[in-house]
């Protein structure tokens, strides 16, 4: 398959690269300790006063935190850092270089960055999930199994396609490199299950930045908790959203005018 011989082509040249600089490796681990550290000790401190939070145990919150981890570090590992260099060579014309090779523009944009030490935060996600179902006391069987997979899948899939609009959008308007920075903000909020927030913010979080889709569902179907109507949505805006963003992505081309206009 062309899609996954690019992947593993930039993410071996990405770990040629880090392996110079292995300062990086320290770094990202102290960063994701801390972010780690965190959401444990708010965890700590919101069970201090209660037993529940809005229905959610603390070993639930806990698978919460290990999917945010999950999802937070696959997106980052190539989505986000890809995405962020394209924008800037929309800004500095340097992106005709990319469209002219002989791959799908798209496929390459969105692969060519790699943040290789964001695998720290995956493996961080998994070894979270599975202290949060120790502590829960349950195990998986098939199928909870297989919902959990396809909609953590689907999950990255609707965040990966979101991102990808907002980062074509630099076709129409240059200086869009704080879009990143605001959906980052907004992710954050994930860290916790947006059951908890206001009806307003539930919302915004699921419609206008999927985050509920993306971290919220895939840790209800890790706990039990999830609604057949959410796993049937998950799974129509993870087909609905790739073709909409495959959709911009060519109207932007059709816009671009290169940089020797």
């Known amino acids: 398959m062309t899609w996954l011989r690019l992947i593993l ?3 071996r040249i990405a770990v040629l690269n880090e392996l110079q600089y292995r300062t ?3 770094l990202q681990l102290f960063q994701s300790a801390v972010a780690l550290a965190t959401s444990l000790v708010s965890i700590a401190f919101v069970f201090s006063k209660t037993d529940h939070l809005a229905g959610w145990s603390a070993s639930q919150l806990l698978a919460v935190v290990g999917v945010y981890f999950l999802v937070g570090g696959l997106t980052q590992l190539f989505i986000l850092p890809s995405l962020g260099r394209f924008m800037e060579d929309v800004r500095l014309g340097a992106l005709d270089f ?11 944009i969105t692969t ?6 964001k695998v720290i935060d995956v493996l961080i996600g998994v070894c979270v999930i599975g202290v949060a179902l120790v502590q829960m006391g349950t195990s ?14 689907a999950g990255v899939v609707v965040v990966s396609s979101f991102v990808m609009i907002l980062a074509t959008c630099a076709f129409w308007f240059i200086r869009v490199q704080n879009i990143l920075v605001i959906f980052q903000a907004m992710y954050e909020a994930g860290r916790w299950p947006i059951t908890i927030y206001p009806p307003w913010l539930q919302g915004a ?6 985050v509920g889709f993306a971290i ?4 209800e179907a890790l706990v039990g908790r999830l609604d057949w109507r959410l796993l049937a ?10 073709v909409f963003s495959r959709w911009f992505w060519m109207m932007g081309l059709r816009a671009y005018s290169g940089a020797s206009a």
């Open 140 to 153: 998986l069987d098939p199928i909870q199994a297989m919902v959990f997979v396809i909609v953590l899948v």
């Open 24 to 26: 990086n490796l320290g």
């Open 112 to 117: 060519r960055q790699v943040e290789a030490w």
């Open 216 to 219: 919220t569902v895939p840790a």
């Open 205 to 210: 979080l699921t419609f206008l930045v999927p």
């Open 98 to 108: 990319a469209l002219i090779k002989p791959v799908d523009s798209q496929l390459l």
């Open 233 to 242: 949505g998950a799974v129509a805006l993870a087909v609905v959203l790739p």
């Open 9 to 11: 082509i930039h993410l």
